[in-house]
């Protein structure tokens, strides 16, 4: 067992992004195994975009639930792949916005059965005695309430 095992709460950041990262390490392998040329962490964007259509970074950023330079970061990549283009939002020519590419729909068609083996295979993972997916629900409303530095802030030294 290892040392950040034993920490219990102290230590929920990195064993947050150690799931996280064994699932998106054994995620990429999956697509690699259905010849899909496709990175995990671009998921998010790729699903808002597809489902809501052209999504301007900020309103693409709170929908996904992460920071804009991360959003304009995965964005660059996806520009890179030929997946994602930005174009004058005709309503206000200050705000960019982003869409899908041809080849990124076509992609999508393909991933689309591979996503759901992904969700029954996540879903037996994280359906547990104490699911995972609610535990994180609750979480996220209880951040919505309290941040996690006013709760830190608030505890006495001792």
């Known amino acids: 067992m290892a040392i950040i095992d034993d920490l219990g709460p102290l230590a929920v950041a990195a064993r947050l992004q150690r799931l996280a990262d064994i699932i998106r390490s054994d995620g990429a392998i999956v697509y690699q195994a259905h010849d899909i040329?496709?990175?995990?962490?671009?998921?998010p964007v790729v699903y808002v975009l597809h489902k809501k259509g052209p999504t301007s970074v900020v309103d693409l950023?709170?929908?996904?639930?992460?920071?804009?330079?991360?959003v304009i970061q995965l964005v660059k990549e996806l520009e890179?792949?030929?997946?994602?283009?930005?174009?004058?939002?005709?309503?206000?020519?200050?705000?960019r916005l982003l869409s899908l590419t041809?080849?990124?729909v076509k992609l999508?068609?393909?991933?689309?059965?591979?996503?759901?083996?992904?969700?029954?295979?996540?879903?037996?993972?994280?359906d547990t005695e104490n699911n995972l997916m609610k535990a994180m629900e609750e979480t996220e409303?209880?951040?919505?309430?309290?941040?996690?530095?006013?709760?830190?802030?608030?505890?006495?030294?001792?």
């Open 102 to 104: 041809p080849a990124a």
């Open 141 to 158: 409303e209880r951040l919505k309430t309290e941040t996690f530095y006013h709760r830190v802030m608030r505890q006495p030294f001792k």
């Open 61 to 70: 950023a709170a929908e996904v639930g992460i920071a804009h330079p991360s």
């Open 108 to 126: 999508i068609k393909e991933m689309e059965p591979v996503w759901e083996k992904i969700r029954t295979a996540v879903t037996g993972l994280v």
């Open 80 to 95: 890179a792949k030929k997946l994602v283009k930005s174009s004058s939002d005709k309503t206000d020519g200050r705000r």
């Open 37 to 43: 040329d496709f990175h995990p962490k671009w998921f």
